[in-house]
């Protein structure tokens, strides 16, 4: 079974300033994709980044950029010139793979409230 | 398109109360999802439908049954509520092969 881990539980910043977000994962699969979820207080949930592990190039996102670390199973989200509307819990999340069988089940780790400080 | 929608979006229940929560996509996609998020637990799977007519068991379905009724319509019932299902529910979908899952705006339940 895949477990995903969120360090930091809370993580406050000001207006403007560069944060990151930490996520680590543990799997035995060699494929698999990593992404990073954002929900603000409305509650929804909406896709920040995403990442296939085959590929080495970082994924980039405008502000959102990730640091894919495939040996040591690392995820961190950065985000750039950090704008009040990111405030949210921010969730890492693990996809075994993609299939044609329809099972593309999320994990999730427990997530990170940030706060952006005017 | 109106995307995932559910319904009740807040819910207040008693101890042994039965309901059904329902999730409806206009999306065409094929497969279906059912979380539960708790503080300090993140979203965990309950049951999914890889398909119309088929479903599966999550990380956590104790307690509860979902039947996949069209390929639109997925709905989680409660069959006799507890306090421990007290939670925020979101149903998500996703079209076969691809890796975006699109989430409902989740519902609130409480049970007292």
């Known amino acids: 079974a895949q477990t995903v881990t969120q360090s930091q539980p809370e993580m406050s910043v000001q207006e403007a300033e560069t944060v990151t977000l930490s996520c680590t994962y543990d799997?035995?699969?060699?494929?698999?994709?990593l992404f990073w979820y954002k929900q603000p207080p409305s509650r929804q949930m909406i896709l920040v980044i995403r990442?296939?592990?085959?590929?080495?190039q970082n994924a980039t996102e405008n502000r959102f950029s990730v640091n894919f670390q495939k040996a040591a199973k690392s995820f961190s989200l950065k985000i750039s010139d950090s704008q009040l509307g990111d405030t949210a819990m921010y969730f890492c999340?693990?996809?075994?793979?993609?299939?044609?069988?329809?099972?593309?089940?999320?994990?999730f780790g427990t997530g990170t409230r940030l706060t952006i400080i005017p | 398109n109106a995307g995932v929608t559910q319904t009740p979006k807040f819910q207040v229940l008693k101890t042994g109360q039965s309901m059904t929560l329902q999730c409806a996509q206009d999306m065409n996609h094929n497969s279906m999802y059912w979380y539960r998020q708790d503080p300090g637990m993140g979203l965990r799977l309950i049951y999914y439908s890889a398909s119309e007519g088929t479903t599966d068991k999550g990380e956590v379905p104790n307690g509860y049954n979902v039947s996949r009724l069209n390929k639109r319509e997925f709905s989680l019932r409660l069959e006799s509520a507890a306090p421990s299902q007290t939670s925020v529910y979101f149903c998500?979908?996703?079209?076969?092969?691809?890796?975006?899952?699109?989430f409902g705006p989740g519902t609130r339940l409480t049970v007292t």
């Open positions: 998500a979908s996703t079209r076969r092969g691809t890796y975006e899952q699109y």
């Open positions: 799997t035995s699969e060699s494929n698999y994709y």
């Open positions: 990442q296939e592990a085959y590929k080495q």
């Open positions: 999340a693990f996809m075994k793979s993609i299939s044609n069988f329809g099972n593309e089940k999320l994990t």
